[in-house]
């Protein structure tokens, strides 16, 4: 079982940075496969950074592409998700969420299996 826990969210201006964390209970977290979501009032839940398995490449959503940076320190088992420039349009609750590394990225919220309780992060015009 694995146990994610997400801090960070907030309020901020339109312009402005946040940096959300998501930290897991488990010793096996380097095999695990980290992936941010979001979900905004009366939307589906959407896919926003994962890294790939094979070669560690980092995948983004293209609406946060170039403004938002994932990393992750497994010493700490904690992803990072570093949000600059933010936009009103990114305003919803933040999930991160995990499954076995074996099993590869999916920007499909129904493919994993461990998630986080989510943070809110508000960004005003």
């Known amino acids: 079982q694995v146990q994610l826990v997400e801090s960070g969210g907030g309020l901020v201006q339109a312009g402005g940075s946040l940096r959300l964390s998501c930290t897991a209970s488990?010793?096996?977290?380097?095999?695990?496969?980290m992936t941010w979501f979001r979900q905004a009032p009366g939307k589906e839940r959407e896919f926003v950074v994962g890294v790939r398995s094979g070669g560690g490449t980092t995948v983004y959503a293209d609406s946060v592409k170039g403004r938002f940076t994932m990393s992750r320190d497994n010493n700490k088992n904690t992803v990072y998700l570093q949000m600059n420039s933010l936009k009103p349009e990114d305003s919803a609750v933040y999930y991160c969420a995990a499954r076995d590394w074996y099993r590869g990225l999916s920007s499909s919220p129904a493919d994993y299996d461990y998630w986080g309780q989510g943070t809110q992060v508000t960004v005003s015009s």
């Open positions: 488990t010793r096996t977290f380097s095999n695990s496969l």
